[in-house]
């Protein structure tokens, strides 16, 4: 976008009054969109949760049949059934034993076994060393303060 030649006060005013305008259509137009979204899910809620109650409750019916006839399988972790295939996958999972918690076990384990997330407390840096510059420059840091424009109406 090109920066605009410096207007006069009138041609600002003009600037300020297309800026409200706007931003009150695009407020209007983003509650209409929320509505119209609503409005979609809620047409779908109904037959997306009869659905999945079908798929559910066909599924039980299945693996309760798998269970009473495990012959069916011959010795495999699968089979065919009309027009799918059932069957049984090995999963693994870790679970703590009875005495334990996450909580408990993450202080155990070494860091090659504990994801952490650093984030630097940039507010808790700034507050601390706004009048220590030099122990911000030592590890790479500076202070900027500069003014940001902004428009409210």
């Known amino acids: 976008m090109d920066t605009p030649t410096?207007?006069?006060r009138k041609d600002a005013e003009?600037?300020?009054?297309?800026?409200?305008?706007?931003?009150?259509?695009?407020?209007?137009?983003?509650?209409q969109k929320k509505l119209d979204l609503a409005k979609i899910e809620e047409?779908?809620?109904?037959?997306?949760?009869?659905?999945?109650?079908?798929?559910?409750?066909?599924?039980?019916?299945?693996?309760a049949?798998?269970?009473?006839?495990?012959?069916?399988?011959?010795?495999?972790?699968?089979?065919?059934?009309?027009?799918?295939?059932?069957?049984?996958?090995l999963g693994t999972r870790l679970e703590c034993l009875a005495?334990?918690?996450?909580?408990?076990?993450?202080p155990l384990l070494n860091e090659n076994y504990v994801r952490t997330t650093v984030e630097i407390d940039k507010k808790k840096l700034?507050?601390?060393?706004?009048d220590d510059l030099n122990a911000l420059n030592e590890v790479g840091l500076t202070i900027v303060q500069e003014d940001a424009f902004y428009v409210k109406l």
């Open 65 to 89: 049949y798998a269970e009473w006839a495990p012959e069916i399988f011959n010795d495999k972790k699968s089979c065919q059934l009309g027009v799918g295939t059932i069957g049984y996958r």
């Open 126 to 130: 700034l507050a601390d060393f706004k």
């Open 99 to 106: 005495k334990f918690d996450w909580n408990t076990v993450v």
């Open 14 to 31: 003009k600037a300020m009054n297309m800026y409200a305008t706007a931003s009150a259509k695009l407020e209007q137009l983003k509650a």
């Open 6 to 8: 410096i207007p006069n």
């Open 43 to 63: 047409k779908y809620v109904e037959k997306i949760s009869d659905l999945e109650a079908k798929f559910n409750e066909s599924k039980a019916i299945i693996k």
